[in-house]
Nanobody, 122 residues
Framework: EVQLVESGGDLVQAGGSLRLSCAASGFTFDDHAVGWFRQAPGKEREAVACFNTREGSTWYPDSLRGRFTISSDKAKNTVYLEMNALKPEDTAVYSC???????????????WGQGTRVTVSS
């Protein structure tokens, strides 16, 4: 079974930190672009961090660079998103996705996880 499963979402106080996990089964992240995306109520989905496992390249939007960090554990076939100094505006459902795009971010991902909810209270 080819699948991505996110976990780690929680209710957290503003200023706190969370680490989200995206575990792959049925395949490995090798030679993939992997991205974390979020969608808040009434907002469009946006990429928050990307990583290409072959090139080792990463990408972050300017607004999040320095607060969010993407990393991976090859042995666990898992990609992580470390989120620090969380703000209420970070409240969203966070999903991971992957494809074979050569760049850092998935361009047209056809594999998505189910999402994990992050709620940041003020």
């Amino acid at each position: 079974e080819v699948q991505l499963v996110e976990s780690g979402g929680d209710l957290v106080q503003a200023g706190g930190s969370l680490r989200l996990s995206c575990a792959a089964s049925g395949f490995t992240f090798d030679d993939h672009a992997v991205g974390w995306f979020r969608q808040a109520p009434g907002k469009e989905r946006e990429a928050v961090a990307c990583f290409n496992t072959r090139e080792g390249s990463t990408w972050y939007p300017d607004s999040l660079r320095g607060r969010f960090t993407i990393s991976s554990d090859k042995a666990k076939n898992t990609v992580y998103l470390e989120m620090n100094a969380l703000k209420p505006e970070d409240t969203a459902v966070y999903s991971c996705a992957a494809d074979h795009s050569p760049g850092s971010c998935p361009y047209r991902p056809d594999l998505w996880g189910q999402g994990t909810r992050v709620t940041v209270s003020s």
